[in-house]
């Protein structure tokens, strides 16, 4: 028998081999295997040697059909080469019949006939993505639900019923590495112990290691620390912050987070955006070296996605609440992977790279209603009046409804002249706040968090566009009832307001390392407070509410006039 024939042969029988290993494998992975399997297998493979050294011994009689069979075999296989115009191997198949046993075993094995079948067939057409609702009085007094931090959960197959699986809702583990120790240094290489993130740089993740919330000393996702920060942020920046946005009746004040045109007196909720929240949520379960906390590597941790599901649900309950609002031509942007700084981004504007069709691609316009998507949230499903559902949302996630008077403090940071994200925190009464003074203090009133990308994003935008502006607002009110500042304004004959004077509150400027920089440092440009005037009657009547400015904190300013 010649050589090649031989090669060919002993080729085969190890393809054959492999083949009914991976078979076992993922027969075995999700429980499929039994002693009939194995036997099985192994007759396979005994007969494919028994071929074999039965074609050595009627070598001479084939030996030309055979080489004709090679000649064809090899032909075959220059012409998948040329056609594919790059290099294949010669076991390339195995990739695609690997994808082949995974449409066998998932796709087309369906569960026992029978009434659970149905139930089953019946899930799987309302099933959509979830979403977590982080600003729900359900947050506010559990945190982050146990699902997500749960090293294990257990699902039913077709053939078993509660198998153990790792929870694919706490972590990811990276294929590759993620970053370069060149760009960050030793100091936050999570294969170093103890582990400290750097404040300054997007943290390194090593291949084979997890993503992480809250990270330990030891690299590990605090769980603890996770749901309290999550419980602090849901009641003093979530719940606040989310129900003043739902009364911005303009779309871009709503979307993002505003410019350096943008005042605040031209709209009641204005500093106010769904990006400020969501930025927030980022901070606040990412924490220091955390992956949700810097823009460039979030999305490797599974909770992004439920967290942006939720943002889409906001989007659309604000839409039904303001159904004559939708996006109106702006050419003052930021840019993006695909759009310049400067373009004209409106409601026709491609929303790249999410594909319509090979050649299109999906618009605002074309999406205004989720419908047309074919799914819609709890809350829209019976189509209610905008009025009804803007009331009972603002009831659903009000901070203090039975106060007639909230005090806000507005801030505008540079985005991006840290070159890093960073928090702004707001204490009251507490002259000596810095950047140790934890957020669990009593005199904690809120923070800003400025989501920005590390120096060394690949995002040119980012790194050219360095005076983009976050406008921010905390709401005082629930601070000043725990220090017992009456909420009501006080003004004195000369107008001065005697209940919260401008001293009375810090601002400090946070890295996520721990460590402080000066407000200025930080790209602060402006912070001034408000009171609003909500009515005694607590009936959530927001078209008759009124509002004042009533000082400036920063730049500070020897006396403040209420206006």
């Given at each position: 028998?010649?050589?090649?024939?031989?090669?060919?042969?002993?080729?085969?029988?190890?393809?054959?081999?492999?083949?009914?290993l991976m078979i076992y494998y993922l027969m075995?992975?999700?429980?499929?295997?039994?002693?009939?399997?194995?036997?099985?297998?192994?007759?396979?493979?005994?007969?494919?040697?028994?071929?074999?050294?039965?074609?050595?011994?009627?070598?001479?009689?084939?030996?030309?059909?055979?080489?004709?069979?090679?000649?064809?075999?090899?032909?075959?296989?220059?012409?998948?080469?040329?056609?594919?115009?790059?290099?294949?191997?010669?076991?390339?198949?195995?990739?695609?019949?690997?994808?082949?046993?995974?449409l066998f075993l998932f796709h087309f094995k369906?569960?026992?006939?029978?009434?659970?079948?149905?139930?089953?067939?019946?899930?799987?057409?309302?099933?959509?993505?979830?979403?977590?609702?982080?600003?729900?009085?359900?947050?506010?007094?559990?945190?982050?639900?146990?699902?997500?931090?749960?090293?294990?959960?257990?699902?039913?197959?077709?053939?078993?019923?509660?198998?153990?699986?790792?929870?694919?809702?706490?972590?990811?583990?990276?294929?590759?590495?993620?970053?370069?120790?060149?760009?960050?240094?030793?100091?936050?290489?999570?294969?170093?112990?103890?582990?400290?993130?750097?404040?300054?740089?997007?943290?390194?993740?090593?291949?084979?290691?997890?993503?992480?919330?809250?990270?330990?000393?030891?690299?590990?996702?605090?769980?603890?620390?996770?749901?309290?920060?999550?419980?602090?942020?849901?009641?003093?920046?979530?719940?606040?912050?989310?129900?003043?946005?739902?009364?911005?009746?303009?779309?871009?004040?709503?979307?993002?987070?505003?410019?350096?045109?943008?005042?605040?007196?031209?709209?009641?909720?204005?500093?106010?955006?769904?990006?400020?929240?969501?930025?927030?949520?980022?901070?606040?379960?990412?924490?220091?070296?955390?992956?949700?906390?810097?823009?460039?590597?979030?999305?490797?941790?599974?909770?992004?996605?439920?967290?942006?599901?939720?943002?889409?649900?906001?989007?659309?309950?604000?839409?039904?609440?303001?159904?004559?609002?939708?996006?109106?031509?702006?050419?003052?942007?930021?840019?993006?992977?695909?759009?310049?700084?400067?373009?004209?981004?409106?409601?026709?504007?491609?929303?790249?790279?999410?594909?319509?069709?090979?050649?299109?691609?999906?618009?605002?316009?074309?999406?205004?209603?989720?419908?047309?998507?074919?799914?819609?949230?709890?809350?829209?499903?019976?189509?209610?009046?905008?009025?009804?559902?803007?009331?009972?949302?603002?009831?659903?996630?009000?901070?203090?409804?039975?106060?007639?008077?909230?005090?806000?403090?507005?801030?505008?940071?540079?985005?991006?002249?840290?070159?890093?994200?960073?928090?702004?925190?707001?204490?009251?009464?507490?002259?000596?706040?810095?950047?140790?003074?934890?957020?669990?203090?009593?005199?904690?009133?809120?923070?800003?968090?400025?989501?920005?990308?590390?120096?060394?994003?690949?995002?040119?935008?980012?790194?050219?566009?360095?005076?983009?502006?976050?406008?921010?607002?905390?709401?005082?009110?629930?601070?000043?009832?725990?220090?017992?500042?009456?909420?009501?304004?006080?003004?004195?004959?000369?107008?001065?307001?005697?209940?919260?004077?401008?001293?009375?509150?810090?601002?400090?400027?946070?890295?996520?390392?721990?460590?402080g920089i000066s407000l200025e440092n930080a790209?602060?440009?402006?912070?001034?407070?408000?009171?609003?005037?909500?009515?005694?009657?607590?009936?959530?009547?927001?078209?008759?509410?009124?509002?004042?400015?009533?000082?400036?904190?920063?730049?500070?300013?020897?006396?403040?006039?209420?206006?």
């Amino acid at each position: 028998m010649p050589l090649i024939l031989h090669l060919f042969m002993l080729s085969l029988v190890f393809m054959v081999f492999l083949t009914c290993l991976m078979i076992y494998y993922l027969m075995k992975q999700y429980h499929l295997v039994t002693g009939i399997v194995v036997k099985l297998i192994a007759g396979v493979v005994i007969a494919i040697m028994v071929i074999y050294f039965f074609l050595l011994g009627i070598d001479h009689m084939f030996y030309y059909s055979k080489c004709l069979f090679m000649k064809r075999l090899g032909i075959l296989y220059i012409m998948i080469r040329l056609k594919s115009k790059r290099k294949l191997p010669f076991f390339f198949f195995l990739k695609y019949l690997k994808f082949l046993i995974y449409l066998f075993l998932f796709h087309f094995k369906s569960y026992p006939a029978g009434s659970e079948t149905d139930e089953y067939k019946q899930e799987v057409e309302k099933l959509r993505f979830p979403y977590w609702d982080w600003a729900s009085p359900s947050t506010l007094t559990n945190g982050v639900p146990s699902v997500l931090f749960d090293e294990y959960v257990f699902v039913d197959n077709p053939t078993q019923k509660n198998v153990r699986i790792r929870n694919p809702l706490r972590a990811f583990t990276l294929p590759v590495d993620l970053g370069s120790l060149t760009l960050v240094g030793d100091v936050s290489n999570p294969t170093q112990r103890p582990y400290s993130p750097d404040g300054s740089t997007t943290p390194y993740t090593p291949k084979g290691y997890a993503t992480v919330r809250h990270p330990d000393n030891n690299y590990i996702s605090n769980s603890d620390a996770t749901g309290l920060n999550v419980v602090t942020f849901c009641s003093s920046v979530f719940r606040p912050v989310l129900y003043q946005a739902l009364l911005v009746d303009k779309w871009r004040q709503f979307s993002n987070h505003g410019d350096s045109e943008d005042k605040p007196e031209e709209n009641y909720g204005h500093y106010s955006s769904i990006e400020v929240i969501h930025d927030a949520v980022h901070d606040a379960l990412g924490g220091p070296g955390g992956h949700m906390s810097y823009p460039d590597i979030a999305g490797f941790d599974p909770i992004f996605f439920l967290h942006h599901c939720n943002v889409d649900r906001l989007i659309a309950i604000w839409q039904a609440c303001h159904p004559d609002v939708w996006i109106i031509g702006n050419t003052d942007t930021e840019g993006t992977f695909t759009q310049p700084v400067d373009k004209l981004i409106d409601e026709n504007t491609p929303l790249t790279p999410f594909r319509k069709s090979e050649n299109d691609y999906w618009t605002s316009k074309l999406v205004r209603d989720i419908k047309t998507l074919g799914y819609t949230y709890p809350e829209l499903e019976k189509n209610p009046n905008s009025r009804d559902l803007l009331r009972s949302m603002l009831k659903y996630y009000h901070p203090n409804l039975y106060l007639q008077y909230h005090w806000k403090l507005t801030l505008a940071v540079k985005k991006n002249k840290v070159g890093a994200p960073f928090q702004i925190r707001v204490f009251l009464d507490l002259p000596t706040a810095n950047a140790s003074t934890p957020i669990s203090s009593p005199n904690f009133a809120g923070l800003i968090s400025i989501f920005a990308r590390g120096k060394e994003t690949q995002c040119a935008n980012c790194l050219r566009n360095v005076s983009t502006d976050v406008h921010g607002s905390v709401d005082l009110t629930a601070c000043m009832q725990r220090l017992f500042i009456d909420t009501n304004p006080e003004l004195s004959g000369d107008g001065v307001n005697q209940s919260l004077l401008p001293s009375q509150i810090t601002l400090v400027a946070v890295l996520k390392d721990g460590s402080g920089i000066s407000l200025e440092n930080a790209g602060l440009t402006s912070a001034s407070y408000w009171v609003f005037d909500e009515g005694p009657e607590f009936d959530l009547d927001y078209e008759n509410w009124t509002k004042k400015l009533v000082g400036q904190v920063y730049p500070p300013q020897t006396s403040i006039q209420s206006q």
